[in-house]
């Protein structure tokens, strides 16, 4: 299947309704100083196809996918989403665990100009269903059923109650993609359908507010921090890289990530969990050279038993990131594991700092990274927006050549979020060094991080909020050691409250009922009889986390 590029040239670029725009002038100077070429994610993958054609591109259990066979089949699969309306710009939900089938359909998405709305395989009936219809999303990809929970049930409701949805595609992981592989089509060349100056997909924000924001990002600025998190990562054709965090998140698709791996010739070897007992003998079996955890998965490879028992010589670098890795973690990773440490301290909407692969030990335990790109203007500022000096902490605002200038459809939430001068307000406080290394020191934003999932409080309070019995909720993120978070939810409970319907046990079923993911599910409840209070009367959630 060599030469599958046709010689088309791409499209004029098209801005999708709802999306800001990068200024004109530094649009112009991104593509001068060539940070954005001009490419396709899909033009980057039949690159790698052509450049890499026997190499192994994924491995799942079993099932071994070469380059090769990867690009074969995203081109037959293109032809049966086109026969089956999909084309440039629709929105698509794709709703996968990690399985080799992800990557040929969110390929085929990118190749026709379709827009990803990439949700965890985590979310639920409510989460789902607001993508779909927030997003108008023309089609719902998801499995039969994973992990126990059954998703097709879940797509007829969707296809029930989202009148945009006219499509729900059903990857049979559990019959082996029968029903599925009806839409491979005989593949043709890759064409040109988009613009790489387009949307390429819809990311999910962690969230701060009751619904999750979408964060569009673009061909031209995605890849940019791929072929870079590739680089900074040292990935090439010999690299084995574990991915085990769920395979949608932004980390996990571009820190390098599966995007990467595509990039540099590597393999990815896939995991639907990082547990140690999982994730060792496949360090062993596949002689993996890195792996991308979250602090407290990182936590049970350093407190594992299995350490001994399996040869992790291969293992080259451990990244770290999502979440704040404690410094007594960090001086453990190289004399426990033999590997070095990779700090990550990055976002969905764009801005990705690393530490470096030959930086000294003091620094690859004690920060959080440098950025990616000499042109991410960074800025670190006091409450009334003024900077602060090298060392000082401040709150962290960014703009750049890969971090948004807005959410999708969100000209209201986007005055908050962006300052003027389009930066945007990453809700983090941290320390910048003068090297220009950052440590991350706090958070101002409104947000829980459970181990790197994170939680919008208010989302979880409007919720409990909707239960009979429920005067007022405040949910709020308590310290813990393994998760660095947990959510914790303060309620007030009405006078009428029925105290029995009330326990922990049964507000739990209740959330669960209402259909979100099981992460955002408070793990304690407390019934109050009030708030603690600020001196402008505000809630103190404060004075909560420290109870
Ligand atoms: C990654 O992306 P998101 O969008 O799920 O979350 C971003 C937020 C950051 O603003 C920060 O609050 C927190 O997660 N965070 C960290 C961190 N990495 C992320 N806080 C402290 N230390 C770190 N190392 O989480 C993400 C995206 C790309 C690469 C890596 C992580």
């Known amino acids: 299947m060599r030469g599958v590029f046709s010689l088309a040239k791409h499209p004029e670029h098209v801005l999708l309704e709802g999306v800001v725009p990068f200024p004109e002038h530094l649009a112009q100077l991104y593509r001068e ?254 002689r993996i050279t890195s792996a991308s955890l979250v602090p407290p998965v990182a936590l049970l490879w350093l407190n594992s038993p299995l350490v001994g028992e399996f040869d992790l010589s291969s293992l080259a670098v451990l990244q770290v990131g999502g979440a704040k890795l404690s410094e007594e973690a960090a001086r453990r990773i190289k004399p426990v594991l033999g590997c070095r440490l990779q700090q990550v301290f990055g976002m969905a909407e764009g801005l990705v700092n690393y530490t470096r692969l030959d930086d000294e030990d003091e620094v690859v335990v004690t920060k959080q990274g440098l950025r990616i790109s000499p042109d991410d203007e960074i800025l670190v500022v006091d409450d009334d927006g003024v900077p602060v000096r090298n060392g000082q902490a401040g709150n962290l605002l960014v703009r750049g050549p890969y971090t948004i200038r807005g959410y999708y459809k969100a000209p209201d939430q986007n005055k908050k979020d962006f300052n003027p001068e389009g930066f945007y307000r990453t809700g983090d406080v941290v320390i910048q060094d003068d090297h220009g290394y950052l440590t991350v020191v706090g958070r101002k934003k409104d947000q829980i991080n459970r181990g790197g999932e994170k939680v919008a409080p208010e989302e979880v309070e409007n919720l409990l909020l909707s239960h009979a019995y429920v005067h007022d909720a405040s949910v709020v993120g308590i310290p813990n050691d393994l998760l660095g978070e947990k959510v914790k939810a303060f309620v007030i409970l009405k006078a009428d409250a029925d105290a029995s319907e009330v326990t922990p046990f049964k507000l739990k079923k209740f959330l669960r009922t209402k259909g979100i993911a099981e992460f955002k599910v408070p793990d304690e409840f407390e019934i109050v009889e009030k708030f603690p209070e600020t001196f402008v009367g505000k809630v103190s959630k404060k004075a909560q986390r420290n109870a």
């Open 33 to 286: 100083k060539g940070y954005w070429r001009g490419e396709t994610i899909a033009d980057m993958l039949f690159n790698s196809v052509e450049r890499y054609f026997d190499r192994i591109a994924v491995i799942d259990g079993a099932e071994s996918v070469t380059y090769a066979q990867l690009g074969q089949r995203v081109l037959s699969l293109s032809r049966g989403f086109q026969e089956l309306g999909i084309g440039r710009f629709d929105r698509v939900v794709v709703q996968l665990p990690n399985v080799a089938a992800y990557f040929e359909v969110v390929f085929a998405l990118f190749e026709l100009g379709a827009v990803p709305v990439f949700a965890l395989a985590a979310h639920r009936k409510a989460e789902i269903e607001y993508f779909c219809s927030f997003s108008e999303a023309k089609a719902y990809i998801t499995v039969d059923k994973y992990g126990g929970f059954d998703y097709e049930a879940l797509s007829v409701e969707i296809k029930a109650e989202v009148p945009t949805i006219e499509n729900v595609i059903i990857v049979d992981v559990s019959n082996g993609l029968s029903r599925f592989s009806q839409l491979y089509q005989e593949p043709r060349c890759h064409e040109l359908y988009c613009s790489p100056a387009d949307v390429a997909f819809l990311q999910l924000s962690g969230g701060t507010t009751g619904k999750p924001k979408l964060i569009p990002r673009t061909h031209d600025d995605y890849l940019y921090t791929v072929r870079e998190s590739a680089r900074i990562c040292g990935l090439s054709s010999g690299s084995v890289h574990l991915t085990s965090l769920p395979i949608a998140h932004n980390y996990t698709m571009s820190s390098p990530g599966i995007l990467g791996c595509l990039f540099a010739g590597a393999t990815t070897v896939l995991a639907h969990d990082g547990n140690p007992e999982i994730a060792f003998p496949l360090i062993e079996k596949h």
